[in-house]
């Protein structure tokens, strides 16, 4: 089923009418939550890459 250009403009104005937007708050929260989960991540991803550093220099000498 084909759909012509005004058509679709048409049905895309109407979903973009449904959409819900975030709050100012709650796109502060939502990146504040990430930039500290990125953190904790890194951090634990570094704690690992040590423990795996140390584990290879005592088996490799």
Known sequence: MK??????V???KQEISKITW????ETVQ?????????VVLAGFLFLIDL?????I???VG
């Open 10 to 12: 048409r049905q895309v």
């Open 3 to 8: 759909t012509s250009p005004a058509q679709f």
């Open 22 to 25: 975030p709050t100012r708050s």
């Open 51 to 55: 423990i795996f550093a140390y584990a």
């Open 30 to 38: 939502g990146t504040i939550t990430v930039i500290v989960m990125s």
């Open 57 to 59: 220099r005592l088996i």
